[in-house]
Each structure stands twice: as C-alpha cells, then as structure tokens.
T-cell receptor, first 116, second 116 residues
Framework: AQKVTQAQTEISVVEKEDVTLDCVYE???????LFWYKQPPSGELVFLIR??????QNEISGRYSWNFQKSTSSFNFTITASQVVDSAVYFC?????????????FGTGTRLTVIP | GAVVSQHPSRVICKSGTSVKIECRSL??????MFWYRQFPKKSLMLMAT?????????EQGVEKDKFLINHASLTLSTLTVTSAHPEDSSFYIC????????????FGPGTRLTVT
C-alpha cells in the first residue's frame, strides 16, 4: 500500500535561514510519481514539483531544491534563504502511474513558519 | 497552465439544508475529477473519484447518499452535501485530470463549508 510520511508537523525558522522538509514514502510500485505542494493560508494548493521514480536527479528551481533518493525512499525539499512568503503548509504526495488509478496519496503536511 | 475553479469559495448553511459545490475546469477537458476533504490542520482525504458520464467511486467510509457527486460534462463536476450537519463543516477541494496529463491533477481553490 502507498504511504507518505512527513514526520515534521511544524517547523519555525528565522528569515534567510535554510530549511529542509522531509518526506519518506512507501510503495510496492516500481514506477510512480512524487509531488510537493504548497498550501498557503488562502487554502489553494500550489503545485511545486513532480518527479518520476526513474529520475533520481536532484532538481533546483530558484531557492527551492529537491533531493530524491530511491535507496532511502525519500524525497526531501529544501528552501534556501527562506522568506516570510514561504510560510505555508507543504504536502508531499505519491501517485500511482496506472492511468486507471485514481489519486494522490498525501502526507500529513509540514507547517512552515518563517519568522521575520 | 490548467485552471480549475470552485464555486462558492465560502458557504454557510443551516443544519438540515443541502449545499452544492461546483468544480470547473476552465481551459481543458477533465475526464476525471476528484473530491477531497480537509479538516483543520490535517491532510487532504480523498472522498471520491468522478469520471464523466459514469457514477462516482467513493472511498471507504464516505456516504454516497450524503455526498452526491455528478460529473455531467467534461468541464463540470458538482458535490452536493445533503442534509448538512455541523460535522460536515470542512474545506472541500476538487481536482481535475485531463486527457493529456494522466498523472497530473490540477487543484481548485477550495470551498470552505460551515454548517451552523
């Protein structure tokens, strides 16, 4: 069965600090997708990244970077030089590849607070 | 990018009444739409999967007679909470998956339902 674990429920950092959000997943599938979403106080889910299980290259997008390690079933997310606007709840999610399958399996989320 | 809208964004209703929430894909055809429910400070829980022209598939524990889902067209799905009770108060989020993006779900901004 699929499962996504985000052990950190809440994190607080001071502005400009770096912060890493952890995500560990479980799946029996050999092919799958991993996602990160941001949910600001407004509630809307903002898509950040999708990663195919075959692609273990790390990715950097501006201040955001992702470290995918299949060996440890982890897909961690790092924000460098954090800003107050980064304050939000961040969800890691896993998706099956089977087109007939339905949905995203979400972790419980990590609430990040960036203190000015 | 693909845009999904939800209406209304907020609704307050009295116990015993029914409330309809609309989910629309604005610039693509959504063969599948998903309805999620999110309790405060909790993760998203899938309620049901809705395929255009067929009956929705409900997750275990979700009452299909209480949460009526209709996916009458490729751009519109509706969720009707019937005979609402205060415990139905929650944040309801829909997502849509198009023909091309088999693994990509685009999320609506959510609807906050408060039942008094």
């Amino acid at each position: 069965a699929q499962k996504v674990t985000q052990a950190q429920t809440e994190i607080s950092v001071v502005e400009k600090e770096d912060v890493t959000l952890d995500c560990v997943y479980e799946t029996r599938d050999t092919t799958y997708y991993l996602f990160w979403y941001k949910q600001p106080p407004s509630g809307e889910l903002v898509f950040l990244i999708r990663r195919n299980s075959f692609d273990e290259q790390n990715e950097i997008s501006g201040r955001y970077s992702w470290n995918f390690q299949k060996s440890t079933s982890s897909f961690n997310f790092t924000i460098t030089a954090s800003q107050v606007v980064d304050s939000a709840v961040y969800f890691c999610a896993l998706s099956e590849v089977n087109p007939g399958a339905n949905n995203l399996f979400f972790g419980t989320g990590t609430r990040l607070t960036v203190i000015p | 990018g693909a845009v999904v809208s939800q209406h209304p964004s907020r609704v307050i209703c009295k116990s015993g009444t029914s409330v309809k929430i609309e989910c629309r894909s604005l610039d693509f055809q959504a063969t599948t739409m998903f309805w999620y429910r999110q309790f405060p400070k909790k993760s998203l829980m899938l309620m049901a999967t809705s395929n255009e022209g067929s009956k929705a598939t409900y997750e275990q524990g979700v009452e299909k007679d209480k949460f009526l889902i209709n996916h009458a067209s490729l751009t519109l799905s509706t969720l009707t909470v019937t005979s609402a009770h205060p415990e139905d108060s929650s944040f309801y989020i829909c997502s849509a998956r198009g023909l091309a993006g088999l693994y990509e779900q685009y999320f609506g901004p959510g609807t906050r339902l408060t039942v008094t």
